[in-house]
């Protein structure tokens, strides 16, 4: 039990990739509460699963765009389970839609869930951590490879985290706080479905040519949350099966 005493938020919970670190994170040892927008049914059934199991879960509905719910997240996650270790910054949005037509309002979304939640709650959490704290953003193989038309934003907003990550890092390292970013490929999620439209146009320039299983996203942010990874700070972690080879 690595993470046995230790307590982790995670943002956007319910569903796909969060979901798959929050049982990670709670099957190590963690308390894990995790926020949601609107999967209250999905939160629910996921806080039962782990609790049956043994381990601790809280869900919070809290949308990842406005900022004085994030913070409430952090501090409702202190107060009931006495101190914040972890922070996953996983909640996000995908709009892939052509550039003509791209709504200032996708625009302004994509960056306050995809962005400005990272900031506004690795503030917050930052604020109760100590020595061997984690924050670890989950960013996108689309930072910096954009395979088809339509996923401007969207990278632009991974990509975003490939910066702050590293200045994070620069912040909060004199507190012995870590700061990575993930960059998973090709998903199986509802985000990004394996049987999907777009999947046999991801496997083909991808050196392992299928989606991720949300699991294996979760083993290593399990790795960077854990004691091992104490020196890894700063760093973009690909796990894309070889689509920015
Ligand atoms: P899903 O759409 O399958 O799940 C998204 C999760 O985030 C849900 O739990 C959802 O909650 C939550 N969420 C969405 N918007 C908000 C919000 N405004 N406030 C709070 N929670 C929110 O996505 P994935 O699991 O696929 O993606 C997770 C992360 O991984 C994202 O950051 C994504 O960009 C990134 N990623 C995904 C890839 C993929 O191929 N799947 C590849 C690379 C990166 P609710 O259930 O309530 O809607």
Redesign the pocket.
């Known amino acids: 039990m690595p993470l046995s005493g230790r307590v982790a938020i995670v ?9 798959a670190i929050v049982r990670r994170l709670a099957r190590d040892g963690a308390a894990v509460a995790f ?5 209250e049914k ?1 939160a629910t059934e996921l806080v039962d699963e782990i609790s049956s199991t043994g381990g601790k879960a809280m869900a919070i509905k ?4 406005d900022a004085a719910a994030v913070r409430a997240a952090v501090d409702q996650t202190f107060g009931v389970f006495g101190r914040v270790d972890i922070l996953v910054n ?5 709009h892939w839609s052509p550039f003509e037509t791209f709504t200032l309002e996708d625009f302004d979304r994509t960056l306050a ?2 962005v400005r939640s990272v900031f506004v709650a690795s503030q917050a959490a930052a604020a109760h951590m100590g020595e061997g704290g984690r924050i670890i953003n ?1 960013g ?2 689309n930072a910096d490879r954009v395979p088809s038309a339509g996923g401007g934003v969207y990278a632009m907003s991974k990509s975003a985290l490939v910066g702050l990550s590293a200045g994070l890092a620069r912040d909060l390292g004199p507190k012995g706080i870590t700061v990575n970013n993930v960059l ?4 199986d ?4 479905p394996e049987k999907g439209d777009h999947a046999p146009g991801l496997h083909d320039i991808m050196a392992i040519k299928r989606h991720a299983r ?1 699991e294996e996203i979760a083993g290593m942010v399990a790795y960077l949350a854990g004691p091992e990874a104490g020196m890894v700070t700063g760093a973009n972690l690909r796990i894309d099966g070889g689509f920015a080879a």
């Open positions: 943002t956007g919970g319910s569903r796909g990739i969060g979901a926020t949601y927008a609107s999967s999905a809290s949308d990842a765009a996983n909640a996000g949005v995908l869930v995809n989950i996108s193989c998973p490929g090709p998903t999620t509802d985000m990004n949300p």
